[in-house]
């Protein structure tokens, strides 16, 4: 019985940082999008399994931090989420980008965007952005992460289904009803 205590234990406790680890990249992702500007040299664009846009976000050196304006892409190649920056002064010029893998491990990353119809009030969600539409108002990313072996058991694989809002952006329209 202890030992089996002890099991349920150490997967409540892995389970518990996954999901702490999702929560602070949903904040972080929501955070920047919700700092996104418009900049029409390097507008939102969007597509299934990446995204690029311009925000002002805060970033930290040892001693002090101050707001910065960057290009930020999202991007899901080999299993796994990265995150590049590049300052937006440098966007047309000798590049200073960083890149990072933010989430490795994952069986699946999709992102889509909000549009409406004139004839249906709800929300239809699409795989790809139209430039001439400006910001989105909304953005769903679903995240679907591999089950793996570690040193104390195995984890199950589990998913994550996010919907952002965006006050200042726009809903895409789909000129036709879809069939």
């Known amino acids: 019985t202890f030992r089996a205590g002890l099991a349920i234990y150490g997967r409540l406790d892995r389970d518990s940082s996954d999901m702490h680890e999702t929560r602070l990249f949903a904040q972080m992702v929501e955070s920047e999008l919700r700092n996104m500007v418009y900049y029409s040299e390097a507008p939102f664009r969007g597509e299934r399994g990446r995204f690029t846009f311009p925000a002002v976000v ?4 040892e001693e ?3 707001e910065s304006a960057v290009l930020i892409t999202y991007e899901y190649r080999e299993k796994s989420l990265y995150r590049k920056t590049v300052p937006l002064r440098d966007v047309f010029g000798e590049k200073h ?3 990072k893998k933010i989430v490795p491990e994952l069986k699946s990353f ?3 965007y909000a549009y409406r119809t004139e004839e249906n009030p709800e929300i239809l969600w699409q ?3 139209q430039e001439s ?3 989105p108002r909304g953005i769903r990313i679903r995240m679907a992460f591999e089950p793996r072996s570690v040193a104390r058991g195995p984890r199950e694989e589990f998913a994550i289904d996010l919907k952002i809002f965006i006050p200042h952006g726009n809903w895409g ?3 036709e ?3």
């Open 58 to 61: 805060q970033e930290y050196d």
């Open 133 to 135: 539409e400006g910001l």
């Open 97 to 99: 980008e960083r890149s």
């Open 64 to 66: 002090t931090s101050h």
């Open 110 to 112: 999709v992102v889509q």
């Open 127 to 129: 795989e790809s952005w």
């Open 177 to 179: 009803a879809l069939s």
């Open 173 to 175: 329209w789909i000129k």
